[in-house]
T-cell receptor, first 113, second 116 residues
Framework: SQKIEQNSEALNIQEGKTATLTCNYT??????LQWYRQDPGRGPVFLLL?????KEKRKERLKVTFDTTLKQSLFHITASQPADSATYLC????????????FGTGTLLAVQP | GAVVSQHPSRVICKSGTSVKIECRSL??????MFWYRQFPKQSLMLMAT?????????EQGVEKDKFLINHASLTLSTLTVTSAHPEDSSFYIC????????????FGQGTRLTVV
């Protein structure tokens, strides 16, 4: 079955540094990957989508890469701020033409001032 | 962007009672909505796909008689947790998509259910 793994350890970084989060997938090659931000007690909020034929996507301070050989996506936040502290979730579509998503466990990012 | 509204945000109920959670797409129509549950420090687990005008599709291991889903209009899906027990306490979240495939999901605010 499809599986997504994210580093379950919390990531603590200093304000201004670049945060890098990892998402690895197995057993299925998704057509795209998505990244979401989730704050405590809230629903996830969409950040970026990257398709299998795209190597990199950027949006303001965010950057996502997609390596289909390594079966891995990296999510970067440059010039991190305390307001970036949240859980970041990686998601992929279930097999086939569907909008059903399977999520990783998420990585908790804490940016220290 | 599209807005999905979920209500209530928190509910506490007694064991054995039923609880209804509403999920509305406020500024778009959604023929399909998805229901997830999330336990503390765990991932979102897909429970079911809610289809407007037809029966919901449940994921393996999810009891359809326990989690009743109704999608009576293009903007409203409801999840009813029947005969709730403490182990049903969780964070329930719905999502919807704009038309088309391979697009982002819009999530409701989530409902924290506590069964006492």
């Amino acid at each position: 079955s499809q599986k997504i793994e994210q580093n379950s350890e919390a990531l603590n970084i200093q304000e201004g540094k670049t945060a890098t989060l990892t998402c690895n997938y197995t057993n299925y090659s998704p057509a795209y990957l998505q990244w979401y931000r989730q704050d405590p007690g809230r629903g996830p909020v969409f950040l970026l989508l990257i398709r299998e034929n795209e190597k990199e996507k950027r949006k303001e301070r965010l950057k996502v890469t997609f390596d289909t050989t390594l079966k891995q996506s990296l999510f970067h936040i440059t010039a991190s701020q305390p307001a970036d502290s949240a859980t970041y979730l990686c998601a992929q579509n279930y097999g086939g033409a569907t909008n059903k998503l399977i999520f990783g466990t998420g990585t908790l990012l804490a940016v220290q001032p | 962007g599209a807005v999905v509204s979920q209500h209530p945000s928190r509910v506490i109920c007694k064991s054995g009672t039923s609880v209804k959670i509403e999920c509305r797409s406020l500024d778009f129509q959604a023929t399909t909505m998805f229901w997830y549950r999330q336990f503390p420090k765990q991932s979102l687990m897909l429970m079911a796909t809610s289809n407007e005008g037809s029966k919901a599709t449940y994921e393996q291991g999810v009891e359809k008689d326990k989690f009743l889903i109704n999608h009576a209009s293009l903007t409203l899906s409801t999840l009813t947790v029947t005969s709730a027990h403490p182990e049903d306490s969780s964070f329930y979240i719905c999502s919807a998509f704009l038309t088309g495939l391979n697009t982002e999901a819009f999530f409701g605010q989530g409902t924290r259910l506590t069964v006492v």
